[in-house]
């Protein structure tokens, strides 16, 4: 079971526009304190992420795919508990109220799915019908020392991986990202 508290006028306005909301990672500030580094590169990954540049466009390094990759990747958060961490943290400041709602991840992720399957899935822009290219992935995130951790030693990381990491400080969420 996945569980996410929001306020209850976002549940309205969800319900009302048939969507489930996601965020841009680079955009959160769900409370104050919220990670500003969520979904970033780590620190210490950035200098040889920088050193590593595309032979046909020597003037981008993979640091610059990384931080595109980062500004158009969103994501919906679920915590895997129901715990007092999530009621205190998220869904504040609300005029009516919070809720949670509850999820069956394998229901979510197979009406997701199918969603979104490129054969059932249309894509406008503006009147003109393009290919649908949404992918959709699912992990637990990882909390790590996020000041001191190092990912790359071996290899460059492809750039979903870091939407799943996240400081230890953050580790009561208990987090799975869709």
Not at 5 to 28: C, P, T, W
Request: net charge neutral; hydrophobic share 35%; proline share 3%.
């Amino acid at each position: 079971m996945l569980f996410k508290v929001m306020k209850v006028e976002h549940l309205l306005a969800s319900i009302d526009g048939s969507y489930l909301h996601f965020n841009r990672v680079d955009r959160y500030a769900d409370f104050p304190g919220a990670d500003a580094n969520d979904g970033a590169q780590l620190q210490h990954d950035r200098p040889g992420n920088a050193g590593a540049r595309f032979q046909k466009t020597p003037h981008f390094s993979a640091a610059d795919y990384y931080d595109r990759a980062r500004r158009r990747t969103y994501a919906c958060c679920f915590s895997l508990d129901n715990s007092d961490h999530i009621w205190s943290e998220y869904a504040n400041g609300s005029e009516h109220g919070k809720v949670c709602l509850v999820f069956h991840f394998g229901r979510l992720r197979a009406h997701l799915n199918q969603t979104l399957e490129p054969a059932r899935a249309t894509l406008m822009y503006g009147s003109m019908r393009c290919q649908q290219f949404f992918s959709v992935n699912y992990g637990v995130v990882s909390y790590i020392d996020w000041a001191n951790h190092k990912a790359n030693d071996e290899h460059l990381l492809n750039p979903v991986a870091y939407t799943y990491l996240k400081d230890l400080r953050y580790s009561a969420e208990r987090e799975l990202r869709v």
